[in-house]
């Protein structure tokens, strides 16, 4: 007789491809609607099935984990990051992670210069002209931005991310610089043309653009705080389509309606999706709505490596993509 098949909980709507295939291989419960599920709603889910599939707005803690049955042996993340989910605790109850990492690298790198762009070349204010139907043709003094090319970029998290950043970012001619916490080896600071600093305040205070790339961790919790902030000059402008966190939000606002930075690029905002109203006001700030990772090919390559790392587990091996929490 065939194995029984594992049971699985899915908590958003995925693409169809991926919601299929899921159901051909595995016992799976999938969302009617892509509404986020209550931390009850998690709780009976880990408590009733062998693997949760959750994505970045599932906050999965200690004492969720605590309440999971015995059936729970698999947490495959829908996402590169785990900030969102305990993983030390998940461990100590037999329970492993995995994540679809490098899935997403350069999607979120081409957002970065999307960003970059968008607030160097002020491309949202003349969205707004247009949209109002004010504009009245060509001005040779009106809304002028600053060219890209030759500007300093601080990168700040030199992974896969901040290297395909620094790619792209060379292409259209910025000098690359990096702040890491281990610096790359020589053969790829060559090939990046990166300089690298070790003191991330004395980087901040000679570029141009800063793009944040780390992870959340405990560590880079407001890294960029009031005090770094203040060390930017008042021409540079800071992208961030890694994770709010990473920088002291209200400080932040602060700083540019004090005219202390030219601008900023937000993918991402330190409350989830709660942010400090007075940003949306200024016409030198970019909100975007967690659109880095946003395409369909990346999407449904998350999903594959989903479904990889549930179907190599099944088959009793460890998953590919498995989160070990000392190297976080």
């Not at 949760?52 to 829908?78: C, E, K, S, W």
């Not at 030759?150 to 000098?175: D, E, K, N, P, T």
Request: glycine share 8%.
């Amino acid at each position: 007789m065939p194995a029984p098949r594992l049971s699985v909980v899915v908590t958003r709507r995925l693409p169809e491809v991926v919601e299929t295939r899921m159901k051909e291989l595995f016992d799976v419960e999938l969302r009617e609607t892509d509404a986020r599920m209550t931390r009850e709603e998690l709780v009976a889910a880990m408590h009733d099935a062998d693997v949760l599939v959750p994505t970045l707005t599932d906050h999965i803690d200690a004492n969720m984990l605590a309440q999971a049955g015995d059936r729970l042996r698999l947490i495959a993340n829908f996402g590169a990051g785990v900030d969102h989910i305990d993983v030390a605790s998940a461990r100590s109850r037999n329970v492993l992670v995995s994540n679809t990492p490098g899935v997403v690298t350069e999607d979120t790198a081409d957002m970065v210069m999307s960003l970059i762009l968008g607030v160097t070349r002020r491309v949202p204010e003349g969205l707004a002209l247009i949209n109002r139907g004010e504009w009245q043709g060509f001005s040779p003094t009106a809304l002028l931005g600053g060219r890209i090319g030759g500007r300093r970029l601080g990168i700040i998290g030199m992974g896969r991310i901040g290297q395909a950043v620094a790619r792209r970012a060379a292409a259209f001619g910025m000098q690359i610089h990096y702040h890491n916490r281990r610096r790359l080896r020589p053969e790829t600071e060559a090939e990046l043309q990166a300089t690298y600093w070790e003191s991330l305040d004395q980087m901040v205070a000679r570029m141009d653009v800063i793009s944040v790339n780390c992870p959340h961790t405990p560590s880079t919790f407001h890294l960029l705080n009031a005090r770094r902030l203040k060390l930017m000059k008042p021409t540079a402008v800071i992208v961030n389509t890694s994770r709010g966190e990473v920088i002291d939000e209200n400080a932040l606002t602060r700083a540019l309606k004090a005219g202390e930075l030219a601008g900023a690029g937000l993918d991402v905002f330190e409350h989830g999706t709660e942010f400090n109203p007075v940003l949306r006001e200024m016409p030198n700030v970019v909100l975007l709505p967690h659109m880095g990772s946003a395409t369909i090919e990346g999407r449904i390559e998350m999903g594959e490596k989903v479904i990889l790392n549930i179907k190599t587990f099944a088959d009793g091996h460890r998953p590919p993509d498995l989160v070990v929490p000392g190297v976080l």
